[in-house]
């Protein structure tokens, strides 16, 4: 079992996209949510998170931040270990 992951998005954002294109290329399912066309959970996102910026990316209970962090985490090793948490 895999770590849920989440993503609060925009339709026209390139950093979302990048975002999605990694755990597409993992083979990792994930619950994209537009924050756009729903002011309630671009609220939510702000009160999980902290931040106003999309995308903002959770793994599990872990909140990733933006798509700049995403691929620093994947660049140091970290990213993979955090999706296949609770796997073993």
């Known amino acids: 079992m895999t ?23 993992k083979g990792v399912a994930y619950e994209e949510i537009r924050v756009d066309s729903d002011p309630e959970r671009r609220k939510e996102m702000m009160h ?3 931040r106003r910026s999309v995308p903002q990316i959770f793994v ?11 691929y620093a985490l994947d660049r140091a090793g970290k990213l993979d270990p955090l999706i296949n948490e609770g796997s073993n």
């Open 60 to 70: 599990g209970d872990h909140h990733i931040g933006g798509c700049d962090d995403l």
């Open 48 to 50: 999980l998170s902290g």
């Open 3 to 25: 770590a849920a992951v989440v993503i609060y998005t925009t339709g026209f954002c390139g950093y979302c996209s990048r975002a999605r294109t990694l755990f597409e290329q």
